[in-house]
């Protein structure tokens, strides 16, 4: 048989034309297969899918018509050979939505089945009403109910603008297509779904962590503050210290500790009770907030004891600093009751430059005992005053 015999056989029979149906149809199969179902946009998944058809089969147009809750099937996209071939999206598109049993489309919702158009002009099924351009009016239609789960997620519509132009290869390979697209979306909103549950556990997780992170600050804090006055207390003192004292190695700054102890503290207590006591403590306090600078730790160490530390400062200007607020206590007036009552303070100071402060700067508690010391000695001589720490006070005596 020589190749002009072989070529009669094949076109009798249309074997080549089978063989290339089947190439094409293979060929959409591998295509709608190889989409990414975890896409975020479901009609950008359906673009694809009748891209696929486009570019495999010799179909004119494609669109799909998603059902709605409202049970209406609403198309959310179409797709030409034309528009597909420029990469763009139909431009003459129109979207349209049918009733459940409303022509080919709607009827092939309704019944559940594969619904085949061969003339479009001639068929009652087909509303014509709803296609108002006549450069998209189709006279060859199928429409394929596409299902997931025996529940129907829309219409896949394939038309040609020739009569009788469809054959039974289209709607074998159709019928493989819209199950394979009906999982497709099924899978797509699958992932969106665990996307959403995922961003909202997340939220809430972030919302959590934060609540937790606010809880731990405000617990964090309180263990920091002093209840009666609101100033910070002796642990928050030991945290900021450190840092002051690395400053004061790594800058040269000097810096003074102040302990401040309010004198007779104890007789006050005792002729007028401890609600008065408190109330000297809370302005004591107050007076001593208005004259610090951003920079300055001020602390209630314990008791009717407070202490400041003076950053970026000189020794001179520490004493300077510490008799102003010694003034200022001794000049206010306090009102409790029917008694205008008066208390002074008591102040020692303890001066670190650089040199001393690598010597202290893991001895805290040697620090403070230094300015207890001047405290001490301007009690010892008359409380009221001022005493700068010096090294006799280290003398025992």
């Not at 179909?59 to 763009?88: I, P, W």
């Not at 158009?117 to 068929?123: G, Q, S, T, V």
């Not at 039974?168 to 497709?184: F, P, S, V």
Request: net charge negative.
């Amino acid at each position: 048989m020589d190749k002009q015999e072989l070529d009669e056989l094949l076109d009798k029979f249309g074997i080549e034309d089978i063989f290339f149906d089947l190439v094409n149809s293979l060929s959409a199969v591998k295509g709608l297969s190889e989409i990414d179902s975890n896409a975020s946009d479901e009609t950008a998944l359906v673009v694809n899918a009748l891209n696929v058809l486009i570019d495999n089969q010799d179909m004119e147009r494609c669109s799909f018509y998603l059902l709605n809750e409202d049970q209406y099937l609403v198309n959310v996209t179409g797709l030409s050979s034309d528009e597909h071939a420029a990469g763009k999206p139909l431009a003459n598109y129109h979207p349209s939505k049918f009733k459940i049993g409303e022509g080919v489309i709607g009827l092939a919702a309704q019944t559940g089945e594969l619904q085949f158009c061969n003339d479009c002009a001639n068929d009652t099924r087909f509303q014509k009403g709803q296609q108002t351009e006549q450069c998209l009016f189709p006279r060859s239609l199928i429409s394929v109910p596409v299902f997931a789960d025996n529940k129907l997620l829309g219409i896949l519509n394939i038309s040609h603008p020739e009569s009788n132009y469809f054959t039974d290869w289209h709607i074998r390979l159709l019928h493989i297509y819209k199950n394979m697209l009906g999982q497709l979306i099924t899978n797509c909103r699958l992932f969106q779904k665990m996307d959403r549950q995922i961003a909202n556990r997340t939220e809430k997780l972030e919302k959590a962590l934060k609540n937790v992170e606010q809880l731990k600050d405000r617990y964090k804090n309180q263990a920091m503050i002093d209840d009666l006055t609101g100033l910070f207390n002796r642990r928050y003192f030991y945290i900021q210290a450190e840092m002051a004292i690395a400053n004061t190695i790594r800058y040269g700054q000097v810096l003074c500790v102040l302990v401040i102890d309010i004198d007779f503290f104890k007789k006050l207590n005792d002729t007028y009770g401890h609600q008065c006591g408190d109330q000297v403590l809370i302005h004591v306090a107050d007076m001593l907030n208005l004259q610090m600078r951003d920079s300055d730790i001020l602390v209630r160490f314990g008791g009717e004891e407070f202490v400041v530390i003076f950053t970026n400062t000189t020794c001179k200007n520490g004493k300077i600093f510490a008799e102003r607020i010694r003034e200022t206590i001794e000049a206010a007036v306090y009102n409790y009751k029917d008694h205008q009552l008066k208390t002074t303070v008591s102040i020692g100071i303890y001066c670190l430059d650089q040199e001393h402060a690598k010597q202290s700067q893991k001895n805290l508690d040697e620090i403070i005992h230094r300015a207890d010391l001047a405290l001490y000695e301007a009690k010892a001589t008359g409380r009221n005053k001022v005493t700068v720490f010096n090294s006799k006070l280290l003398e025992v005596k």
